[in-house]
Antibody
Framework: EVQLVESGGGLVQPGGSLRLSCAAS????????MTWVRQAPGKGLEWVAN????????HYVDSVKGRFTISRDNAKNSLFLQMNSLGVGDTAVYYC?????????????????WGPGTLVTVSS | DIQLTQSPSFLSASVGDRVTITCRAS??????LVWYQQKPGKAPKVLID???TLQSGVPSRFSGSGSGTEFTLTISSLQPEDSATYYC?????????FGGGTKVEIK
């Protein structure tokens, strides 16, 4: 069974940093692109970043470029999101999810499995 | 960036009704459109990929259609468990973007 479990959320002051983790199990983690998607309280979904299987290709939404870093450790089946210079607008539930892949390793941004999310609150 | 506009933002319908949600893209995205269902306090669940491909395990009352800039999600016979918020998402190009959501309420 595919499982994704986020951790590392919490309360942080504006300007602070936080590192989110996502533990993956039930599939060959190193074979899949992964993503972070966030959702502010009572709002819609916002894509944050994608990372390729080997970490050599990464994409970010403009609003987090230069502040957030997505990374992964395939040996530990883990995905990370380092978040710096946090602002109140970054308050959200952060979900990690897996991109859907077809045969031959071709993956695309259809997010087929999601974790339950971890809440990040940026407030003084 | 490609903007996705969903309509309506809220709808209330009765069990058994046919329900249609529209998603319009600001530019053509071929058929690279995904639909998700999200229930309160839960992560989204993928329903339909590539505009019309039903994902495994999703009830056949859900269907999708469209291409280019206009897409629809249809629930042929609304069930109580379909009360949720539905999002469209484009995967044609970066940045990946989502529609604003449609909340479906059961009367």
């Amino acid at each position: 069974e595919v499982q994704l479990v986020e951790s590392g959320g919490g309360l942080v002051q504006p300007g602070g940093s936080l590192r989110l983790s996502c533990a993956a199990s039930g599939f060959t983690f190193s074979s899949y692109w992964m993503t972070w998607v966030r959702q502010a309280p009572g709002k819609g979904l916002e894509w944050v970043a994608n990372i390729k299987q080997d970490g050599t290709e990464i994409h970010y939404v403009d609003s987090v470029k230069g502040r957030f870093t997505i990374s992964r450790d395939n040996a530990k089946n883990s995905l990370f999101l380092q978040m710096n210079s946090l602002g109140v607008g970054d308050t959200a539930v952060y979900y990690c999810a897996r991109l859907q892949c077809r045969g031959g390793g071709s993956c695309y941004s259809t997010f087929d499995y999601w974790g339950p999310g971890t809440l990040v609150t940026v407030s003084s | 960036d490609i903007q996705l506009t969903q309509s309506p933002s809220f709808l209330s319908a009765s069990v058994g009704d046919r329900v249609t949600i529209t998603c319009r893209a600001s530019q053509g995205i071929s058929r690279y459109l995904v639909w998700y269902q999200q229930k309160p306090g839960k992560a989204p669940k993928v329903l339909i990929d590539a505009a019309s491909t039903l994902q495994s395990g999703v009830p056949s009352r859900f269907s999708g259609s469209g291409s280019g800039t206009e897409f629809t999600l249809t629930i042929s016979s609304l069930q109580p468990e379909d009360s949720a918020t539905y999002y469209c998402q484009q995967r044609n190009s970066y940045p990946v973007t989502f529609g604003g959501g449609t909340k479906v309420e059961i009367k």
